[in-house]
């Protein structure tokens, strides 16, 4: 299991309860965490993985291109 963009460290998907630590995912709760074992399971995270980090990447570059605005378009005035 190699998490794409996952490589650095500790991971936590945003709003999921999972983290990509040491090569491994994990499924984390207040009570504690489990190693997600099932390789099927373990494909869909690493692809959702894949597509969060493709997603903050256009993000950032289309911030980059607008002048860097990272708030632009979020609850301001219109």
Known sequence: ?????C???PVAL?????VFRDGQWWLVAGAGAILATDPVFTSALDGYAAAAAAAERAVAELRARSGGEPDAGRGGPR
């Open 1 to 5: 299991m190699t998490a794409p963009g």
């Open 14 to 18: 945003a709003r999921c309860p999972v």
């Open 7 to 9: 490589e650095s460290g």
